[in-house]
């Protein structure tokens, strides 16, 4: 793999392909659009194949002196690794799941697409914070084009709430960067992640990279452009924004916030810990009175997105990593679920869960597939949601078992509304005679679906394949956050014997690796 | 100083001037469509020879005595040629894109090639001065070419009112301006810029502060910063699109590069004096200029409000008042007139079947399905001048702001920035007219080569590819800056 610079390729091929699909007609452009993606999975395959669990901290290093002010600097380390993987293995599902539904446009719609895929592969792979701010905001203008090109019938005015409030969020994050590399004579993120800034400064730059990534993430109060942007793109839009853009504001705590600003991030935490509180039940509560599905899944990401930040604020490597599986599951998860929400209403032409009922007697297959990703998102044992959600949960407990409490309850609300969705849409009768003659998945729903529920099993089953590329990293991290650690109220105790023979089998176990 | 050194230095405004008069002379005799298509390509010919000139000084990074010419009334220093390539990059712009405008209605004359000369001459003289009286003089050559040309259009109302509004407020500000430089002259007992600041050192008297305030409102006039913005609507709205896209570009370079020189060298040591007078425009610019635009439907006065905008963030770098924030005032300059130049020749190639200029934003909408790539550019200069990375424009914002915060002005940086997001409100309004608006068709006319060939390039210039030009702007910039501000 030595001197192929596998990541810029993996950013050029989507752009090129990005051109391609606006010079030619529509059968031409999905095509276009479908091979570049699964060039792009299969070189994210490769990428994992050759990523070296144990080795270097970043590998695949690239860089080209190519700009003033700042570098072409791609790298990526276990975290980046998995959210590139989680991009490029949505992305051939979201062209897949266009295929028919769009009609107009479609070369442009293809492009926007490509392009965002680039842009979210770019935030991920970035090394240099510039290269990752415009990476970051340039996200901002095929996302636009799409809700407001393709949407539904709001879709101007979500997709200037979308665009004009993550522009906000962002525009002072920027400076707060200008600072931090005048202060510390570099553009590198990975020096910067080691640079000591002065606490008092910290509190001020952990606030500017709060506003973007809070209302990327999104956190409560800020979360309102999510459900108008998801309920207006079209399935795939949201598939994306759901499965990755919001991943992007998870990523920038763990990236920039957490490790740049330790002693500010414990400063705050207490703040994160009330606002995802706060997040986690009243966004479930609001959930489970929606008529609409796509807006109940965008308002269970919020519950979700929550369950990441207070995993990523809990300072130890359980919460870190709970944080880190909550962000991929969910990208599965909720993309599966709009993919769900998709299908019947590319045959039904509505989101109104009352027009539905009784879908499991016509669709069966369908009503199986729905299933397994309703669990999955309530967290059930078995799929990725439950390994998660769990690490999440016993991180913070550690830390605040008041907020571990009141979290847990979210999990119950979400068991409540996606069990109450799952009621109404697919047992019961069928009262509605156009629902019950809708067809079952053809060919190509099978193909989006069944590699998402896969995943979701093997995440839930074995999630050591996704945690071993990460584990170094987050030691890295949670050795970074150390000293900045708040004291817990759990004061867990462990049998001494146990823990010996514990860390035994650990030692031996790393030793293997 | 011999004046074989002089007539070197000086040789792009003696060309200027020459062909000036030798082309005026031409276009006496020659009445025909042909002879001023004839003139302009001379023109455009004159000053490319003047840019070859030009550019060496650039280059080698001119400054010091050296530079001077004419016993130290004229300095040819690197910043200089960086305003002049500038300069004379966007007025050949605004020269090859108005045949084709102005032909149709039968109004082209070979006048149009000639003052565009003048003023090109007159704007070289303002980057060039030394003293108030070089500034006075090169203001005012560019100043009555620029009313004439907003009146070009003889039988036109809007143009002739455009050029009246212009003329009477321009007077003004000239008037302000001399009012201020003989304050100035009064108090300093020198019309040379270094003896000013060798004059105004420590704490001035009242008098030399009002001298200051009066010349840098007479300059803020000149670069429409808000409070002395409101002619640039009007006048922008009326005057013909090349003109305007003339007035846009090349006077705005020329006056904010001259109000960098007059802020840095002769009021180089009254920093604190101006310095608030530049926050307060630049802000005042960032805001009036945003909100402005936002209840426009006429594209020519949005994008007035545009470049009120922008003249808001470029006065960022002057007000930061260093080496750094000078070079990244012109950088921005440079992708300024890029995407305006670019801006203006899409709304030239804004025309409906008849080939009447369509200029209502209405009138635009749905263009995105059957003018692709007229739609592609215009959005992407938008989406520039909204500073949306990655496109280029995101770039001139970035310099302007990190030589604030390199300055330790983080809040006027943190407070522009966020400004900012207003104005991306309307850039955004644009867009979605084009894109997700129901098609009117009524742009179905069809666009001259040249317009789409200079269309092109400036689009090329702010797409991402752009940002390879970054290193040549900085050293070009960072040079250009230390020849001004010397150490």
Not at chain 1, 144 to 159: F, M, N, Q, T, V
Not at chain 1, 312 to 333: C, W
Not at chain 1, 373 to 396: C, D, Y
Not at chain 2, 283 to 295: E, H, K, M, P
Request: glycine share 8%.
């Amino acid at each position: 793999m030595a001197g192929f610079p596998i990541l810029s390729v993996m950013l050029l091929v989507p752009l090129l392909a990005a051109v391609a699909c606006l010079m030619v007609e529509a059968r031409a452009a999905r095509w276009t659009a479908l091979i570049a993606t699964l060039i792009n999975l299969g070189l994210g395959i490769v990428l994992w194949a050759n990523y070296d669990v144990g080795g270097a901290q970043w590998q695949f290093v690239e860089r080209a002196a190519l700009f003033s002010g700042f570098e072409w600097k791609l790298g990526i380390d276990g975290i980046a690794l998995m959210l590139i993987m989680l991009s490029v293995f949505l992305m051939p599902i979201c062209i897949g799941a266009s295929w028919e539904a769009i009609e107009k446009r479609v070369g442009e719609y293809m492009a926007a697409f490509l392009l965002m895929e680039t842009l979210m592969i770019g935030v991920f792979a970035a090394q240099d914070i510039f290269l990752f701010y415009i990476m970051f905001e340039a996200g901002l203008i095929p996302m636009y084009l799409i809700i407001g090109i393709w949407g539904g019938a709001e879709r101007i005015y979500a997709s200037y709430k979308f665009f004009l409030y993550t522009l906000l969020g962002s525009v002072l994050m920027l400076i707060a960067m200008m600072w931090m590399v005048n202060e510390a004579g570099t553009t590198d993120v990975p020096t910067l992640m080691a640079y000591d800034f002065d606490p008092t400064v910290q509190t001020w730059l952990w606030l500017a990279f709060f506003a973007s990534f809070a209302v990327k993430m999104p956190m409560w109060p800020v979360h309102t452009w999510l459900p108008d942007a998801h309920v207006q793109a079209p399935t795939a839009g949201s598939v994306i924004l759901a499965g990755v853009l919001l991943k992007m504001g998870g990523y920038g705590f763990i990236r920039f916030s957490l490790p740049m600003f330790p002693e500010a991030s414990a400063q705050f935490a207490p703040l994160v810990f009330v606002l995802s509180m706060i997040a986690v039940v009243v966004t479930s509560l609001i959930a489970l009175v929606q008529h609409d599905m796509k807006k109940l899944i965008a308002y269970s990401s919020v519950a979700h997105m929550a369950i990441v930040t207070i995993g990523l604020f809990s300072f130890n490597p359980q919460g870190l990593e709970g944080a880190m599986i909550v962000m991929l599951s969910h990208g599965l998860v909720s993309g599966a679920l709009f993919l769900c929400v998709g299908v019947i209403y590319d045959r039904l032409h509505t989101r109104e869960i009352d027009r539905y009922g009784g879908l499991s007697i016509n669709m069966p297959y369908y009503a199986l597939f729905f299933l397994l990703f309703t669990m999955a998102s309530i967290g059930l044992p078995g799929t990725s949601g439950f390994v998660g959600e769990f690490l999440s949960l016993a991180g913070i407990y550690q830390v605040s078992t008041w907020v571990a409490l009141i979290c847990t309850t979210g999990i119950i609300l979400g068991a409540a509304y996606m069990l109450y969705l799952y009621r109404r849409v697919a047992f019961g009768d069928q009262k509605n005679a156009d629902a019950a003659a809708m067809p079952d998945l053809d060919r190509r729903e099978w193909f989006l679906l069944a590699p998402i529920a896969a995943v979701v099993l093997w995440m839930g089953v074995y999630p050591e394949s996704f945690m071993a590329p990460m584990r170094a990293d987050i030691a890295a991290l949670d050795a970074r956050l150390a000293r900045a650690k708040p004291e817990g109220d759990a004061h867990l105790t462990a049998p001494k014997p146990e823990a010996a023979t514990a860390t035994a089998e650990h030692a031996a176990h790393g030793g293997a690796h | 100083m011999d004046f074989v050194q002089s007539f070197r230095l000086t040789a792009p405004e003696v060309l200027f001037s020459l062909s000036g008069l030798v082309l005026l002379l031409a276009a006496a005799w020659s009445r025909s469509d042909a002879g001023a298509r004839v003139i302009t390509w001379l023109a455009v010919a004159v000053m490319a020879v003047a840019a070859a000139l030009v550019a060496p000084a650039l280059f080698s990074g001119a400054a010091g005595p050296g530079t001077l010419a004419f016993s130290g009334l004229f300095a040819a220093t690197a910043f200089a040629a960086f305003a002049k390539l500038l300069i004379i990059a966007a007025a050949a712009a605004s020269l090859v894109v108005a045949p084709a405008f102005f032909q149709r209605i039968g109004a082209y004359r070979p006048e149009y090639p000639v003052l565009m000369l003048f003023a090109v001459l007159g704007m070289c003289l303002m980057v060039s001065s030394t003293n108030l009286l070089t500034l006075y003089i090169g203001l005012e050559l560019n100043s009555l070419a620029a009313y004439v040309l907003a009146a070009f259009l003889r039988n036109d109302d809007r143009s002739a009112e455009a050029g009246l509004k212009y003329f009477v407020l321009g007077s003004l500000a000239s008037g302000i301006l001399l009012f201020g430089t003989s304050l100035t002259y009064g108090f300093a007992g020198t019309i040379d810029y270094a003896g000013i600041a060798a004059a105004l050192t420590g704490k001035i008297s009242t008098g030399a502060v009002f001298g200051l305030v009066f010349v840098f409102a007479g300059l803020a006039f000149k670069i429409s910063a808000v409070p002395f913005h409101m002619w640039t609507p009007d006048v922008y709205e009326g005057a013909p699109t090349p003109v305007t896209t003339f007035f846009a570009s090349a006077p705005k370079v020329a006056a904010l590069a001259l109000t960098v020189i007059v802020a840095m060298t002769a009021f180089g040591n009254q920093v604190t004096a101006w310095q608030p007078i530049v926050i307060f425009a630049a802000l005042a610019s960032i805001v009036v200029g945003a909100l402005g635009a936002i209840g426009q439907t006429n594209l020519k006065r949005l994008l007035a409000y545009s470049s009120i905008n922008n003249v808001g963030f470029l006065l960022i770098g002057l007000a930061v008042a260093t080496p750094k924030g000078v070079a990244a005032l012109l950088t921005y300059l440079a992708i300024y007139v890029a995407m305006t130049i670019g801006g203006f020749v899409a709304l030239l190639m804004f025309k409906d079947a008849n080939g009447e200029p369509v200029e209502d934003l209405r009138d635009i909408a749905g263009i995105s399905r059957h003018r692709k790539v007229l739609a592609a550019c215009f959005a992407m200069i938008m989406f520039s001048l909204a500073g949306i990375p990655p496109l280029f424009g995101f770039w001139g914002k970035f310099v302007v702001f990190q030589a604030a915060v390199d300055a330790g002005m983080v809040a006027l940086a943190a407070i522009g920035i966020a400004a900012s997001v207003i104005g991306a409100f309307y850039y955004l309004k644009v867009v979605k007219v084009m894109y997700f608006d129901e098609p009117v068709m009524k742009v179905t006319g069809k666009s001259d080569w040249m317009h789409q060939a200079l269309l092109a390039i400036c689009a090329l210039a702010i797409s991402p590819a752009g940002y390879l030009l970054t290193k040549c702007l900085d050293s070009l910039s960072t040079s250009a800056a230390a020849a001004l501000i010397a150490p």
